[in-house]
Each structure stands twice: as C-alpha cells, then as structure tokens.
C-alpha cells in the first residue's frame, strides 16, 4: 500500500503541475492553515508507476480539490485519459472542491467538456493565487462543519492480520546470533527452528532476523503467534486465523492456507510451537506446498522435519575485554534505566552487577526482571535477595535445567516482591488469553483499590508488558512463560473460579454491547475489537460450556455471529455451536431454535448445504412457535433459494415472502436480491429488474454493505442475461469497490473473476491479470460464501486454454505472474481503471 504521507484529514489536489504551480501553493497553504493534511502527486519520489501512486493517494484521501485552467494534462502511454481526467474520475464518492481559472485565453476542449458534465460538486471560478486561497479555506471550513460534524463513527484501523510484534527496547548483545540466522533464512532454508529455553529470547531474534530479511521476500512477512493454541489439531486454524484467513469447516483449515500461500513469496514466522510438536507435519506439508515460502519457528525443541535447518539460541555472553562491555551487563543497565531513569553504571556497583547476571545464566528474560528492581534495590541488595531465592526456593521443580530452574526462580523472586494487592491482581491477570485492555482490567480484578495503579507497578516491575496499538488505545499482555506462572498462581490461591466467571460474564457483555451494531455504521469499531479479543471470547464460551452454562455461552455466541461470519471464523464457530447443542437439555426450544439457526447460518456460508437446510427445518418451528420472526426470517430467506434450486418456485417464493414480513429491514434488501435471482430463473427479467433496484436502494438506506453488494452482482448477473456488458461491467466494479473497501478478499476475487471474464474478448491481457489476481486470493473456504448469496455467473469464466493461444504463451504467462503480485488495491485499481 502506497501510504499519504500523514493519516488525519487528507486533502487531494489535483491540477497541473508547471501551468498552475502558483495556484497549487496556495491550495497546500489553504490546507495547511486549517490543520489538515495537503495530498499532492509530487510530494515524493515514489518506486511505483505515477497512475498507481495518485489512485492510492485518492483512496486514502476524504476531500478532493481540484483546480482547472488551460491543459487537459498529460496522457500516458496506453491510457485513454488524462491523469487529471481519471483523477475526477476516481473522486466521484468524495466531496469535491471544483476551482476554474477565468478568465483563460485557450482552454483545450476536452477540458471544457470534462468541466461541463460535472455533477454533484461545489463549484467555483477565481482569478489570483490569492483568491483562491481565500475560497479554498473557507470552503473546507464550510465543508468539514456540514459534511463530518455529526457523522459516523471514525473507522478504526484494520487489525493487521500478521503483522510483527514491536518492541520497546533495542535488541542487546546478539549481533553474531542475528547475523547467523539471517544467513540461514536467506541462504535458502526452507524451515529453520529457533530453539532454547523459555526467556533465552527466541521471539525477540527471531523477530529481529525477520525484519532485517523482509525485503528478500516479495510479500513480506507475516507472524503467527501459536501460545495460546491448546491442542495440535488446532494449528492449522491457528496459522489460517494469523494470516486473516476464513476457515469453514468444511475443508481443513490447512487446505486454505496452503491454497493462499501457494502464490506468495514470503517468510512465515512461527512463535511458541514447543507446545504443539505432533502438529509438525502441518508446517511440513504447508512448505511442500508453497515453494516460495520460508518459515522461521521458535520452539523448545526442533520439529524434527526434512529439510529443518536449527538454530540453538546461546545464553548473552558474560565476555568482554571490560566487564561494563558485556552484553549481559549492557541489557541490565538498559533495562535498569528503564526502570529508574537515575541509575548509571559506577565503579561501586559494576562487580555486584556483573556477578548477578552471572547467577542468571545469560538469560534475557531473568535479567530484566531483576534489572526492574533497581527502583527500590540496589545491584548488591539485588545479589543478596536474589542469591537467597536461587538457594532456597523449593517451589520450582529441581530436576529441571540449570537455566529453566533459575527463570522460574527469578520470577518467584520478582513475585515476592510485589505487594499483597499487587499480586492478587497478577494472579487473576493470568486469566486473560491474548491481553486485555482497561474495561477488562476492571472487569477482572477484586472490587476495590485502584487496579490501574496496581497495573502500573506490574508493568514497571516487567511481569506485564504494555503493547502498542495502530489507534494508540492501552493494551497490555504477558509473556507466555510469564503467563503460566500467574494461572499457577491463580489456581493455587485459590482465584481459578472467581477469576473465570468474572472474565466470561466480562466478555458476555461486550458481546451483547457489540450486538446491536454488527451490521450498522459503527460494525467495523466493534469487529475490530471482538478480533482483538476473539482468543478471550473463546476461552469465555469454553469456561461457559465447561461448566454447562449453555444458556449464557448461546446469548454469546447468538450475538456475535456477524463476527464469526464476516471475519472468516466459521470453523470456531461451529465447533462453540456443537457443545452448545449437544448441552441442548439445558436450553428452552426457543434457545435451542437459535442454537439451531445458528449453526444453520454457518453450514450456509461455508458451503454445506444439505446440512444448513436440515438445520434450518429443525429450527423453522421452534421459532415460529417462540414468536421469534427475524430468527425465523433468517432461515426462511436460505430455504427459499434452496427450493429454487430445485426449480419449486411456488414453494420458493413463500418462503421469500415470510422472510420479508417478519424480516428486520436490512434483511429487506436480502429479499429483494433473493426474490431477483429467483426472477432471472424464471425468465422474468422485468420484475428481476424492479427488485435488483429495490435492493440496492433498500441497502443504501440502511446502510448495509453485504447487502448492496449481493445485489451488484446479482444485478451484473441479469445485466449479462440480457447482453448489457457495460452495465454488468458497472455493477461489478461497484461491488468490488465494496468489497475492497471492507477487505473482504472473497468477495474481491468473486468479482474480479466475473470481470476478467468480460474482459477477455476487448482486454485479454488485463483479462488475465484480473484473473491471475483471483486465484491469488481465493481459497476453498472463502469462496464459498458469495455463492451462498448469489446466482452463479453465466460464464465459465475466463477461458485460459484460449487467452494463452490469443496472447501467446510468453505474454500470458508474463501478464499472469503480474496479475499474482498485485494484490486487492493495484487489482481493484487495474479493474477500475477501464471502467
């Protein structure tokens, strides 16, 4: 992604550049003033082709200025349009600022037609720099109090599926160990296992390597953290889930992510694998699979696999000509000024410190937690506290190794120096599967104190991390060694069941909370955060069916379908669903016709047909019976389309017609879509046509995304039923741009197909880009959910075996390889651009 050079408010200007350079000046001094951020073509040298540079720019963008004088601009080579004309183009959904300089003395006259048929845009002529200046200021002021004030919420930041852990200190003393395994991972190795005890820093190298190699892998890396992986047949869920990936049940998740690695060039990282050793044939045949892949794993031990190049991470080194030089010395003092930003290393104290990273074997993680006690100990109190420990500490187990033995040790240690309170909240902090932010914190901990002063001196003490966020709000983890020992603890003392219900009953509310706006304006905020806490709602929904809560684990699940659905989780899903029917004694027939429902809406989405429909009749009265009309609704609409399939119109359009009445209203525009593609069956493209504008409209109003774009493509469908090329190719590039905009790689590569198949007679190279760009984000199990919703494509698709005969096999096989690399951003640009 070409990112704007700042992320507030953006601004895009475009205009020429040489004729009005004066007049672009004032526009960027305009912006400026108001505090917001210019967005200009020629603010930087960017690697990338100049049309790829201002279609990214626009997309980031809120605002569009544009600025008009003489010149149509400039061409490019194979383009159809000025980059000024498509940059218009481009901005039809933003708010547009429409500048015309006058009086000029020969305006080209494809600038003046393009003046002339603009449309829904403030408008306006100068004749100075100045005045310009003036007219852009206070139509900004003007625009972002009418336009903004009062809107929907901001969109948060995507969760970035994969990306790599940040650190907040620098990585000390392992230059040798960094430089070597870079030579691994880029000499060609396949798989290379990081291996060493817990708190030797494996993450950390790792990490650190991956960085330092990105570049040689065309699509990066990409992280998966496995710590809170339960079970070796859930690792291939685990990696789908890390890469963003919908799962289904239906096919095994490895099958999906081999399917989507297979055309990328990538370094996949593997953290916390010791747990999961007999799910190493899963990272084997994902390799086997994807030639292009690499993997980096950290674990306790090798995963002993064919081709596993190991890397056994050594202890800091305690060597240097200058003890104050070693490394284990320099990562305590860092850590030390961290803590107490005073300390500094003197002759006086130099011996104490040297000796106590000696007694900690080089280990990284014991260092720091010590190093963290200089606020209140000095180095020589800390050898004194910390000799004891090491010496009498019975609570560890003693056969185990040296290093191991002396982690447990130094965390005992640091345990016992918290405060009573500071304790009961760390042991109940355990609780927590993937961090937590300030609601939770609350939530979790005993009634009474302040838990964020409380927190503060865990996080000071080391024991609790606080990670950074893309949107800057707290949130804070532990170390998964770090995180055994508090469950320890918390079983220990006693907190195992108070800790629990007090994290579900948490984690049961946010859900209800999320509910209500899942599939309203603020759905991307609340998906957001259910993603970052899914690991917490799943250890809620098991502590909950554990215990045979089923009514409280139903209402959890029940309200966050969307989430499962529209974030690709089905599997998980499912599996929650299973244990709650089989508790199905424990449920009135009214919460077991939504159990039911709401398996059924899973087998739908991933493909299961004949298992949705038995478990939609199963539910059908049980909830009509309960009242329940949206329940039944949800079935209803699904039922129809299967009776249509089997050519029972009649049967078909009852159903449709009782989903609509007891349906809530943005299953209204479901309806319209469902009762269209019912239509298009029949022959009766009228009536199809009344419904498929009856359905975008509806979805508009609501607004609803999902809903406007099943009916694009339905609409597309009928467009290319009745001959109408350019305006299925309409619908289809306006489904892609919803599609695109939610990130929802299923739905981008079920539209790019279609398109590459209507582009294959006038384009058949962009044809196959398009196409190439398909295979490259599908999987079996995100295919499946467009085809839930929508009538098949009358085509095949794009017939290869013939493009490559047309093309030439070079060509095509050049155009495809282009068409893999390009992603969602430059495919939806190269389908737009020939709109």
């Known amino acids: 992604m070409i990112l704007t050079p700042d992320q507030r408010v953006r601004v895009f200007v475009s205009s020429t550049m040489t004729e009005l350079a004066p007049e672009r000046g004032a526009v960027r001094d305009a912006v400026l003033r108001l505090r917001l951020v210019p967005v200009m073509f020629d603010q930087g040298a960017r690697p990338h082709p100049p049309s790829d540079v201002y279609r990214a720019y626009l997309r980031q963008s809120q605002i569009f200025v544009g600025v008009y004088g003489e010149s149509y601009g400039w061409i490019a080579p194979g383009e159809q349009v000025s980059g000024l004309a498509d940059e218009l183009r481009l901005a039809d959904e933003l708010p547009r600022l429409i500048y015309v300089k006058e009086p000029v003395r020969d305006r080209d006259p494809r600038l003046a037609a393009l003046l002339d048929g603009i449309h829904a845009a403030s408008y306006h002529t100068f004749r100075t720099p100045g005045e310009l200046r003036g007219q852009v200021e206070h139509d900004l002021a003007v625009l972002l109090s009418e336009r903004f004030a009062g809107s929907a919420p901001p969109q948060p930041p ?78 291939g869920e685990a990696v789908a889930r890390g890469l963003g990936l919908r799962t289904s049940g239906a096919v095994p998740a490895a099958t999906d992510v081999a399917a989507w690695l297979r055309t990328r060039r990538l370094l996949l990282v593997v953290d916390n694998f010791e747990h999961l050793a007999d799910a190493a044939p899963v990272i084997g045949e994902l390799l086997r699979t994807a030639h292009h892949v690499a993997a980096l794993v950290t674990s306790r031990a090798p995963l002993r696999l064919a081709g596993e190049r190991v890397y056994d991470v050594p202890p800091l080194s305690e060597e240097a000509t200058d003890p104050a030089g070693s490394a284990t010395v320099r990562l305590f003092v860092d850590t030390a000024r961290a803590a107490s930003p005073r300390f500094a290393l003197t002759p006086e ?107 503060e001196a865990l996080v000071e003490s080391t024991l609790v991390r606080h990670d950074a966020m893309p949107d800057g709000e707290p949130r804070f983890s532990m170390l998964d060694t770090i995180r055994t020992y508090a469950l320890e603890r918390m079983r220990d003392g006693g907190q195992w069941e108070v800790a629990h219900e007090a994290h579900a009953t948490h984690y049961l509310s946010m859900a209800q909370a999320a509910e209500p706006h899942l599939n309203r304006a603020g759905g991307p905020l609340w998906l957001r955060r259910l993603e970052l806490d899914r690991q917490n709602v799943i250890a809620a929904l098991d502590w909950l069916l554990d215990g045979e809560d089923t009514p409280r684990a139903l209402r959890m699940i029940w309200s966050t379908w969307a989430f499962w659905w529209r974030r690709g989780h089905i599997e998980e899903a499912t599996r929650q669903l299973d244990r709650i029917l089989g508790q199905d004694h424990r449920l009135t027939e009214a919460q077991t ?159 790019l197909v279609a398109l590459a198949d209507l582009d294959s007679h006038g384009e058949p190279e962009l044809a196959v880009r398009l ?56 495919a939806v640009a190269a389908a737009t651009a020939r709109r």
């Not at 960094?178 to 990490?207: F, Q, S, W």
């Not at 109190?381 to 056969?399: C, F, K, M, P, S």
């Not at 405060?419 to 979790?444: H, K, M």
Request: aromatic share 8%.
């Open 349 to 455: 104290n130099t011996a104490a410190v040297v000796e106590l990273t000696r007694r900690l074997h080089g280990l990284p993680l014991a260092i720091i937690l010590a190093a963290a006690k200089v606020r209140v100990l000095s180095p020589a109190a800390i050898v004194d506290h910390l000799g004891d420990q090491l010496g009498l500490l019975t609570g560890g187990a003693r056969d185990l190794p040296d290093r191991q033995r002396t982690l447990r040790d130094t965390i005992t240690w640091s345990y016992r120096l918290l405060r009573p309170a500071e304790r009961a909240l760390f042991d109940r902090l355990g609780v927590f599967a993937s961090g937590w932010d300030l609601d939770a914190l609350t939530a979790v901990a005993e009634p009474g104190g302040d838990p964020l002063t409380l927190l």
């Open 593 to 751: 016709g939504r159990a039911l429902l709401a398996a059924g809406i899973m087998a739908f989405v991933s493909g299961q047909y004949d298992r949705a429909e038995d478990l939609f009749l199963r539910a059908l009265p049980l909830l009509r019976a309960a009242g329940d009309g949206p329940g039944a609704s949800f079935a209803l609409g699904p039922l129809g389309q299967f009776a249509a399939l089997r050519g029972e119109f009649e049967q078909a359009r009852a159903f449709l017609d009782e989903a609509r009445e007891k349906g809530e209203n943005w299953q209204e525009g479901l309806y319209h879509s469902r009762v269209a593609r019912l239509k298009i069956a029949e022959g009766d493209y009228d009536e199809a046509l009344t419904h498929l504008r009856d359905a975008v409209e509806v979805a508009r109003a609501v607004p609803d995304q999902f809903v406007e774009l099943i009916a694009h493509y339905t609409w597309a469908v009928w467009s290319v039923d009745r001959g109408e090329q350019a305006e299925a190719r309409r619908h289809l590039v306006d489904g892609l741009a919803l599609g695109a905009a939610a990130g929802d790689e299923a739905a981008v590569a079920q539209f």
């Open 158 to 235: 995507a969760v970035e599926f994969g990306r790599l852990p940040s650190f907040r200190t620098p990585l000390i003393g392992r230059d040798v160990e960094l430089a070597n395994l870079t030579e691994l991972v880029t000499e060609g190795a396949p798989l290379v296992t990081v291996v060493g005890p817990g708190g030797i820093g494996k993450t950390r190298l790792a990490v650190a390597a991956a960085e330092r190699v990105a570049d040689h892998f065309r699509d990066g890396v990409r992280f998966v953290d496995l710590s809170p992986v339960t079970s070796p047949r859930l690792v």
């Open 771 to 826: 196409d190439a760009a398909a295979q490259a984000l599908r999987t079996p199990s995100n295919e499946m959910w467009m085809r839930a919703f929508v009538a098949p494509w009358p085509a095949t698709g794009l017939d290869r075996a013939a493009t490559r005969s047309r093309l030439g096999p070079e060509a095509y096989d050049r155009a495809w390889q282009s068409g893999e690399e390009l992603g969602i951003e430059r």
